[in-house]
């Protein structure tokens, strides 16, 4: 294939609308407004022990009266119960229902499946292999060695217009992160 068709082809998926859905229902902290209800449920199901709510606010990074409202609606929902610490009845703990476990799990599973369907036109072997290459391709485009590179080919406009866009980019990807256990092995995020 020609570099120009890869090319175009990459931009086509970059406009794909099915995969631009199933990344912001991935994971939220890309967003302007994060859903703080699921990145709460996260939290409380990763604990071994029920939280404060001033370590939710701490580990979220709100206001705890902004925390009390979110315990509130989750509460309504049966998602999050409000518990006293037996060591001290003054202090309130937050433990995660199983409702909530549940409406987590679901939410998973919805994604998961989602993912497959994307994905499951190439074998296990593919997979990886288009992992390795896109990793490749976005380590090669995010190096400064490139940068100078392709900067040397611009006119000043160019570069302008360039660095416009790339001042913008923590919109575009920089706040996706991959692990080496991700699922399909380039699109593993933070789960709270």
Known sequence: MEQNNILENLTELMRQPSLWFTMMTRNDEHRQRPNNQRRL???????????TAGTIADILNI???SVTQIIKKLEDE????RIKDQQDARIVLIKITQKGRDFLNQLDLTRNKIEDEIFNIFTDEEQIQFGKQLEQLNNHLNSTEFDKQFMAHLSEQQRAQFNEIKNRNHYFGHHLHRTPNSRHNFTNHPRF
Not at 78 to 81: D, K
């Open 41 to 51: 449920l996260r939290i409380l199901s990763t604990s071994d022990q029920p939280i």
């Open 63 to 65: 206001r705890p009266a």
């Open 78 to 81: 049966n998602r999050v119960e």
